[in-house]
């Protein structure tokens, strides 16, 4: 009830509280107590995923700097550098300038990449909500894969207020991506949002499926690599030179603060799209740029990327991720992607995904429960991230730690009859990732 003596600052903290989402993360917190880990505060890191929580070592799980990066000598002096030629940050928006560091970044960026050109902005989300509806307007059309990220969603959400049409498609399903095209047409324009490796469940887009419908029906494919950047493709290019052969009917949008492990993401288009991104794109106009310091970090990291200390560090990681997914597949767990390595075990129930993830805490390896709504409601899943640091002895006791934790909670097994029940398919499912 809203109390006569509740000041408009009360009054809005309550509204807030009455929103379906917030009742239900109250009520996992008040249910499921310290089994929630999710407000960790690790203490300390070390060079190989080790770290301290409130005085429990543990061994880190659960972070995206897939190469390790965070830790390369390399970087860390980039940043420095960074800081000493240009300061900490450069104070304006780059609809009025840039510094020098930041137009060569590009040009790099793009030559990496094998586009025309590329524009820097400072994350994923900022370029999904704001260059995805600068591409469309009213008469246009996007249809978004229903898993695709949220800020996918929420950057639709601006197009829709401007008349854009925004219809969902099953998710990685051309068929379904057909259908809605066929249904919407005609259209001026139509642009496809699509992810390239799904966070959630580590799957890869079918792209040259869903390319060849776009072709045939007059779209382009905007496909979000973040998870791809530095970890797929030759050269850490992602997922999409590699499965379609160029790039002559997508935009693709990577990301620096995932496998780099800086800052940033960028847009890797044509020159023409560019130059009108510059003028269409709301956060790029409206909001701050990337830090000169991790601008020069950005750069080296690439210097990284197209040298053979690419292959070492992603040989190693591709020996982790064979190690953990070799173990997984004899622990009889239904385990989803292992060609990414975001590698997901289905759990099911939200207690049961949260009991698991503290199971294993205890005993010193901290993986993420995921539960709805980032999942499918009842589809809550253990996300391992593997990284390039880790060291194998490590790999091998979080299995031995799984293996006991199979023998203790009933988890469901790779068994077909199960599996219709607990993949990701729901019409419930809310996109919200971590
Ligand atoms: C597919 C995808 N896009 C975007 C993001 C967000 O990226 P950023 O942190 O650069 O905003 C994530 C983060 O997990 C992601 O998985």
């Known amino acids: 009830m809203i109390s006569g003596q509740q000041t408009p600052l009360e009054h809005l903290t309550w509204s807030i509280r009455q929103s379906s989402l917030i009742k239900f993360y109250e009520a996992a917190i008040?249910?499921?107590?310290?089994?929630?880990?999710?407000?960790?505060?690790?203490?300390?890191?070390?060079?190989?995923?080790?770290?301290?929580?409130?005085?429990?070592?543990?061994?880190?799980?659960?972070?995206?700097?897939?190469?390790?990066?965070?830790?390369?000598?390399?970087?860390?002096?980039?940043?420095?550098?960074?800081?000493?030629?240009?300061?900490?940050?450069?104070?304006?928006?780059?609809?009025?300038?840039?510094?020098?560091?930041?137009?060569?970044?590009?040009?790099?960026?793009?030559?990496?990449?094998?586009?025309?050109?590329?524009?820097?902005?400072?994350?994923?989300?900022?370029?999904?909500?704001?260059?995805?509806?600068?591409?469309?307007?009213?008469?246009?059309v996007i249809a978004v894969d229903e898993y695709a990220h949220n800020s996918i969603h929420e950057g639709t959400k601006i197009a829709k207020a401007a008349g854009v049409r925004v219809l969902p498609f099953k998710h990685n399903n051309p068929q379904s991506l057909e259908q809605v095209l066929i249904d919407a047409s005609p259209?001026?324009?139509?642009?496809?949002?699509?992810?390239?490796?799904?966070?959630?469940?580590?799957?890869?887009?079918?792209?040259?499926?869903?390319?060849?419908?776009?072709?045939?029906?007059?779209?382009?494919?905007?496909?979000?690599?973040?998870?791809?950047?530095?970890?797929?493709?030759?050269?850490?290019?992602?997922?999409?030179l590699e499965s379609l052969g160029s790039y002559d009917n997508t935009i693709v949008v990577g990301c620096f603060s995932k496998a780099c492990s800086v800052f940033g993401a960028f847009v890797a288009c044509t020159h023409e799209l560019q130059r009108l991104l510059k003028m269409r794109s709301s956060t790029y106009i409206f909001g701050g740029p990337v830090p000169p310091p991790y601008l020069?970090?950005?750069?080296?990291?690439?210097?990284?990327?197209?040298?053979?200390?690419?292959?070492?560090?992603?040989?190693?990681?591709?020996?982790?991720?064979?190690?953990?997914?070799?173990?997984?597949?004899?622990?009889?767990?239904?385990?989803?992607?292992?060609?990414?390595?975001?590698?997901?075990?289905?759990v099911g129930d939200e207690e049961l995904t949260f009991q698991a993830g503290k199971f294993l805490y205890d005993r010193g390896y901290y993986v993420q429960s995921v539960t709805f709504p980032a999942v499918p409601y009842h589809a809550g899943v253990l996300r391992i991230q593997i990284n390039s640091n880790h060291l194998p002895e490590s790999i091998a006791g979080l299995l031995s730690a799984m293996t006991e934790m199979k023998r203790h909670l009933p988890l469901p097994e790779a068994n077909p009859d199960r599996l219709e029940e607990l993949q990701f398919g729901s019409d419930r499912f809310v996109t919200l990732d971590t």
């Not at 104070?91 to 009025?96: I, K, M, N, P, Y």
């Not at 094998?114 to 524009?119: H, L, N, P, Q, S």
């Open 30 to 140: 008040e249910q499921y107590g310290t089994l929630h880990l999710k407000e960790l505060s690790f203490d300390q890191v070390g060079p190989h995923r080790e770290m301290t929580v409130d005085g429990q070592h543990l061994v880190n799980f659960g972070f995206d700097s897939f190469l390790g990066l965070d830790q390369d000598p390399r970087v860390k002096q980039a940043l420095a550098r960074g800081a000493e030629k240009w300061g900490t940050q450069f104070g304006a928006s780059r609809a009025f300038a840039s510094c020098a560091v930041e137009t060569a970044l590009e040009q790099k960026i793009a030559r990496w990449m094998g586009t025309e050109a590329a524009m820097i902005f400072p994350s994923v989300t900022l370029t999904n909500v704001g260059a995805l509806p600068g591409l469309v307007g009213p008469g246009d």
């Open 187 to 240: 259209y001026r324009v139509a642009v496809i949002a699509i992810d390239g490796v799904y966070s959630m469940s580590g799957s890869i887009a079918a792209m040259p499926e869903l390319n060849a419908v776009a072709k045939r029906r007059n779209a382009v494919l905007y496909i979000d690599d973040a998870h791809a950047t530095a970890v797929l493709g030759a050269q850490g290019r992602g997922t999409v």
């Open 296 to 346: 020069e970090a950005i750069s080296t990291v690439i210097d990284i990327l197209i040298t053979d200390d690419y292959r070492q560090l992603r040989d190693q990681l591709d020996q982790n991720i064979h190690q953990l997914v070799t173990g997984l597949a004899e622990l009889n767990l239904i385990v989803l992607g292992g060609k990414s390595p975001i590698i997901t075990v289905l």
